[in-house]
Nanobody, 119 residues
Framework: QVQLVESGGGLVQAGESLRLSCAVS????????MGWYRQAPGKQRELVAVISSGDIPNYADSVKGRFTISRDNAKNTVNLQMSSLKPEDTAVYYC?????????????WGQGTQVTVSL
């Protein structure tokens, strides 16, 4: 029923920028927090950025000052603007949203999109 469609991944060189988008459809409840996670080869999945329903963002220390998360409630989308990309940013990036139905909250994940940063 609920579907998260990610787009914007690709191959770029160090220092360049990339913008990821995630569109949510099919949900019955209200979208609360939205965020981005990533998993690099041989690493555990980690939080990159999250934005609350009140548009308050939080970032991992490794991306502060370089990445910007935003949301468009009218379009049910969350975006991640990535600037000054580094090779260590290479990972599969996953979109996650929290949907609220009555008093219950549920997590939904996207399929992931590959971001590769070359030297």
């Amino acid at each position: 029923q609920v579907q998260l469609v990610e787009s914007g991944g690709g191959l770029v060189q160090a220092g360049e920028s990339l913008r990821l988008s995630c569109a949510v459809s099919g949900g019955i409840g209200i979208i609360n927090a939205m965020g981005w996670y990533r998993q690099a080869p041989g690493k555990q999945r980690e939080l990159v950025a999250v934005i609350s329903s009140g548009d308050i963002p939080n970032y991992a220390d490794s991306v502060k000052g370089r990445f910007t998360i935003s949301r468009d409630n009218a379009k049910n989308t969350v975006n991640l603007q990535m600037s000054s990309l580094k090779p260590e940013d290479t990972a599969v990036y996953y979109c996650k949203v929290v949907l609220q139905v009555l008093r219950l909250k549920y997590d939904y994940w996207g399929q992931g999109t590959q971001v590769t940063v070359s030297l």
